[in-house]
């Protein structure tokens, strides 16, 4: 039971454009999100979050938007840099008392120079 | 701020040794550290949460007598996999929350773990 999906698993940018990652959730409890990016043989690498009582996130070139009613999520990256190659995972948790995380599937996403 | 240190980087033993991996929190103090497990090309599954001075709660499936979890410190967790075999051999990350809610986990570079 995969109650987080990233349904691409690859993705290819030109640099300088604008990546775009999804996620879709099943599970109504969740109320935190986070991207994490990770390089092989790397741990996560926590880029952003948001929680449920937001729709719009920003940090640097890295934006999350957040769609509760459609339990979609993304994550949106202007300018795409070649350093941002990696695989990007979103992951979801309850708010309250549960710190669990649950991982999406990645997408790896490759900028093209 | 928020590093979080991960020891042995890369194991190989034989099948039936017993390896400990540490996780450390090296900037802040985490009652909570989080085990998980990633297989080649799949997510990261969480196995267990490290309470500082209490039992480890195990996820659904997950051995509690194969993966030992020691969380005696404020800034140090432990995961000793027991009497390893080859379907052992998998990347272990841990992970570590600084303060309350709304807070992200910050994640150790993992332990690639090979039993031959």
């Known amino acids: 039971d995969q109650q987080v999906k990233q349904n691409s698993p690859s993705l290819s940018v030109q640099e300088g454009r604008i990546s775009i990652l999804n996620c879709d959730y099943t599970?109504?409890?969740?109320?935190?999100f986070l991207w994490y990016k990770k390089y092989p043989a790397e741990g996560p690498t926590f880029l952003i979050s948001?929680?449920?009582?937001?729709d719009k996130n920003e940090d640097g070139r890295f934006t999350v938007f957040l769609n509760k009613s459609a339990k979609h999520l993304s994550l949106h990256i202007v300018p795409s840099q070649p350093g941002d190659s990696a695989v990007y995972f979103c992951?979801?948790?309850?708010?309250?008392?549960?710190?669990?995380?649950?991982f999406g599937t990645g997408t790896r996403l490759t900028i093209i120079p | 701020g928020a590093v979080v240190s991960q020891h042995p980087s890369w194991v190989i033993c034989k099948s039936g040794t017993s390896v400990k991996i540490e996780c450390r929190s090296l900037?802040?103090?985490?009652?909570?550290m989080f085990w998980y497990r990633q297989f080649p090309k799949q997510s990261l599954m969480l196995m267990a949460t490290?309470?500082?001075?209490?039992?480890?709660?195990?996820e659904q499936g997950v051995e509690k007598d194969k993966f030992l979890i020691n969380h005696a410190s404020l800034t140090l967790s432990t995961l000793t996999v027991t009497s390893a075999h080859p379907e052992d051999s998998s990347f272990y990350i841990c992970?570590?929350?600084?303060?309350?809610?709304?807070?992200?986990?910050?994640f150790g570079d993992g332990t690639r773990l090979s039993i031959l």
């Open positions: 992970s570590a929350r600084v303060g309350q809610n709304n807070q992200p986990q910050h």
């Open positions: 599970n109504s409890m969740f109320d935190y």
């Open positions: 948001i929680s449920s009582i937001k």
């Open positions: 992951a979801a948790s309850p708010l309250r008392g549960n710190e669990k995380l649950t």
């Open positions: 900037d802040f103090q985490a009652t909570t």
């Open positions: 490290s309470n500082e001075g209490s039992k480890a709660t195990y």
